[in-house]
């Protein structure tokens, strides 16, 4: 059984930074995609970005350059530094890993997932 466990998520003002760390437990991902996904309040969840494997990235257009996604092999745990954050940045953030290695951009391509944080951007 895998878990993901979200945490860094909280309260920042508009132009702050954060940093998420999703830890997995159970088996370990190294060789699975791994992504960032987030769900604004009334909106669909959408993929942020993503690192397979070996280390390749995807961001989103909204997020290129401003999001930086990461991982630790070693510790089984993947990261998303978040600068320059908007108030249409609030939402709850997601991690999510794959059965591939190859980056997904898709919702149904990925098997797990954590509970998720809050994000809040306040203006």
């Known amino acids: 059984q895998v878990r993901l466990d979200e945490s860094g998520g909280g309260w920042v003002q508009t132009g702050g930074s954060l940093r998420l760390s999703c830890a997995a437990s159970?088996?370990?991902?190294?060789?699975?995609?791994m992504a960032w996904f987030r769900q604004p309040p009334g909106k669909e969840r959408e993929i942020l970005a993503a690192?397979?494997?070996?280390?390749?990235?995807y961001y989103a257009d909204s997020v290129k350059g401003r999001f930086t996604i990461s991982r630790d092999n070693a510790k089984n745990m993947v990261f998303l530094e978040m600068t320059g954050l908007k108030p249409e940045d609030t939402a709850v953030y997601y991690c999510a890993a794959s059965q591939e290695p190859f980056i997904q951009l898709g919702v149904s391509e990925y098997l797990y997932w954590g509970q998720g944080t809050q994000v809040t951007v306040s203006s």
């Open positions: 159970g088996r370990t991902l190294n060789t699975n995609a």
């Open positions: 690192t397979s494997w070996n280390g390749n990235t």
